[in-house]
């Protein structure tokens, strides 16, 4: 078992508990739960268009590979609608309905790409071809990204997946006497993106690291060196080891929210409601977890109406940014709010969700407007 280092605290926000829904009863038949395994799934970016014109996807961010229990390997390759701005971001993402959010970080990692700039598209698509394969035959580097920032536990073949061969170090774990970490903030973060260097090293005799090499890392050379002085600088307990691994990860740098206009210019000229919305309650204000995980920013204005007694209804997105997964969060958190009653109710009241990361304590933080 490999022993993941979480270098840096993750941004964390209080969602308060909810009735669980009625448990969906489903058969599965004998033959289909024998073939059932767990697989590595990779979504796999393989061309991209602007209307009619090929679009570079070299820079395309692939999206980080995640574990589905399955029993079939076929899968239909999924389409990414969006446009890009003149810095070269991408914006307005949504995807087909057939397949789409099979991957958590599919959208999210596109947001997070960088097209060339000085050139506006619209009409913008990227195919995804979902590939899948066993944990033996998975993508190493996969399988390092996939365990570093995995949510539950890995299965115990991932981890000796991952292990180099010759490996000893899990048989008997070596305890630190002394864990060196590198100074993650003076290290450049990548926009978007949590880097990651895994160090392979052995330990002498006497328990200090030797052989010390990067096994797998995303490319930031300086988390690199850093990773490599700092594993130099450990100490273990007496016992020769080889084909040792640990992992050292910064934090993605905040991806900010694009600008948006003032509330009043998505209010409906037929609007009777009120320029600002006093809200009797309001459900917890929940951060979209696969965007907040690369602290990407976002925002979303929701149009409603308020009944007499202050219940929300006919709840719609109007506009949201950078990713269509803002405003389907922001929908259901105006559905869960209420107002005080009033005498006639109101129509096409309008009021905007701001998905922000707050810079001091790395902390997500949603703001109701």
């Not at 969602?15 to 990779?42: H, M, N, Y």
């Not at 796999?44 to 820079?59: A, E, F, H």
Request: glycine share 6%; with cysteine; net charge positive.
């Amino acid at each position: 078992m490999l022993n993941l280092f979480l270098a840096m605290v993750a941004p964390a926000i209080t969602i308060s508990p909810s009735p669980a829904p009625s448990p969906i009863v489903t058969t599965v038949s004998p033959i289909e739960r024998s073939t059932r395994r767990q697989t590595v799934l990779a979504m796999v970016p393989m061309s991209g268009r602007c209307g009619d014109d090929l679009l570079d996807i070299s820079r395309v961010q692939t999206p980080m590979a995640d574990l589905f229990w399955s029993s079939s390997d076929a899968d239909q390759p999924v389409n990414v609608r969006f446009r890009i701005d003149e810095n070269g971001r991408p914006f307005g993402i949504t995807g087909d309905p057939v397949g789409y959010g099979v991957m958590a970080d599919l959208t999210p990692s596109l947001a997070a790409s960088q097209f060339a700039p000085n050139s506006r598209r619209e009409g913008c698509t990227i195919v995804y071809q979902p590939k899948r394969s066993s944990i033996a035959e998975a993508d190493i580097h996969d399988l390092i990204g996939y365990a570093i920032f995995a949510k539950t536990r890995p299965p115990k073949e991932l981890f000796e997946r991952i292990a180099p061969a010759g490996s000893d170090c899990n048989t008997e774990r070596p305890a630190y006497l002394l864990r060196a970490s590198p100074d993650f903030e003076k290290i450049p973060a990548t926009t978007g993106r949590s880097d990651w260097s895994m160090v392979q090293f052995d330990i002498d005799d006497v328990g200090k690291p030797v052989r010390l090499r990067i096994y797998g890392t995303t490319g930031n050379v300086a988390l690199d060196k850093a990773s490599l002085k700092a594993m130099a600088q450990s100490r273990f307990t007496k016992g020769a080891r080889q084909g040792c691994l640990y992992p050292y990860w910064r934090r993605s740098g905040t991806l900010t929210a694009p600008e948006s206009k003032e509330i009043a210019a998505y209010r409906p000229e037929d609007s009777d409601c009120l320029q600002t919305v006093e809200w009797k309650s309001q459900p917890t204000l929940v951060y979209p977890e696969n965007f907040r995980r690369r602290y990407i920013e976002g925002w979303a204005v929701i149009a409603f109406d308020l009944a007499p007694w202050g219940a929300v209804g006919n709840a719609k997105v109007v506009a949201a940014e950078p990713a269509a997964e803002f405003g389907e969060a922001a929908q259901r958190i105006v559905l869960g709010s209420a107002t005080a009653a009033s005498k006639q109710g109101y129509r096409n009241c309008v009021v905007k969700v701001r998905y922000a990361m707050q810079k001091q304590d790395r902390a997500a933080q949603v703001n109701f407007d």
